[in-house]
């Protein structure tokens, strides 16, 4: 099947338009149209139906679409990995990060490696969990940070970086004088939460839980689904909440919000960074996989951030 072709319904899938699809590929609109006939042809399938309005995707072009994209991915991949073989590393690294506290750490780590491979063009995408996972087995992205261990046996991890959680509460909170506090007077507090698939939210729980106080036990005001918008929402007084310490550490240095102990809790939280067992070979990823240990990230991955 000629590549072009795939590239041509690319465009014009994402554009909804012949028009705009073939200034992007710089093709005549008739080219573009007769390009696309073509594979319908060699594929036996509609791809478009075309209107007033521009085009809309068959169920055949639907699907065609996640294909479409993994060809394109692989080739690249393949044309950048013949380049590398001469010692300059080249190509496209793509990142899923699903770890709200992975995005303090990986941006810098991954400039740092740019630096030293000027031919990586990389790019973070910041997910949901379960669309890191979903993206490595796809083939959407090379590698994936992630805040808990994954089970399938398709994928491998490494430890990336350990991160702790704590209580904030506003700056001008009674509990900001104190030391520390008892697990059981959070049931008072009106409580910022992460959403149901936070990787904080799972260790916040699993922690509680060994003081028998379940989800249903806590004054819930408030579900937020970042941690810079939690960490927000606790400076402007509205609650405590248990977010990472990496994300709470600029309100904290400017004095709006507090960090208090609770007695007998200790939240630590390992991320991972995960990729395909079996995955084409790729050297942009499977350098930076050695790269994130490196010793010049040790700054970083074993900082504290008190």
């Not at 067992?277 to 010049?296: C, M, N, T």
């Amino acid at each position: 099947m000629d590549f072009r072709k795939i590239e041509i319904f690319l465009s014009a899938a994402e554009t909804f338009s012949l028009s705009e699809a073939a200034k992007q590929i710089h093709l005549s609109q008739p080219a573009l149209s007769h390009q696309i006939k073509l594979l319908e042809e060699e594929l036996d399938v509609k791809l478009f139906i075309r209107s007033n309005t521009g085009l809309k995707l068959t169920d055949a072009g639907q699907l065609l679409i996640p294909w479409a994209r993994r060809i394109i991915h692989d080739t690249n991949d393949m044309k950048n990995m013949m380049s590398s073989l001469q010692n300059v590393l080249i190509g496209d690294l793509r990142i899923g990060c699903s770890s709200s506290s992975g995005k303090y750490i990986l941006p810098v780590i991954v400039a740092r490696f740019c630096k030293h491979s000027p031919g990586v063009q990389a790019r973070i995408l910041a997910c949901r969990p379960k669309s890191a996972i979903s993206w490595l087995l796809e083939g959407e992205a090379h590698l994936g940070i992630v805040s808990s261990e994954v089970s399938d046996e398709s994928l491998e991890s490494q430890e990336f970086f350990h991160d702790s959680i704590s209580l904030i509460v506003p700056a001008k909170h009674p509990w900001a004088s104190r030391y520390s506090v008892e697990a059981a007077e959070i049931l008072q507090e009106p409580l910022i939460m992460r959403e149901d698939t936070s990787g904080t939210r799972k260790v916040m729980l699993e922690e509680l839980a060994k003081f028998d106080i379940g989800l249903e036990d806590l004054n819930i005001f408030l579900e937020v689904g970042n941690a810079e918008a939690v960490v927000e929402v606790v400076a402007g007084g509205f609650g405590v909440s248990f977010v990472s310490d990496l994300a709470s550490k600029y309100l904290r240095d400017l004095g709006r919000i507090v960090k208090v102990k609770v007695d007998g809790v200790n939240m630590k939280r390992v991320n991972y960074m995960v990729r395909k067992r079996e995955a084409a070979p790729h050297r942009p990823s499977d350098v930076f996989w050695g790269f994130i240990h490196a010793l010049e990230n040790t700054d970083l991955l074993h900082a504290r951030h008190n």
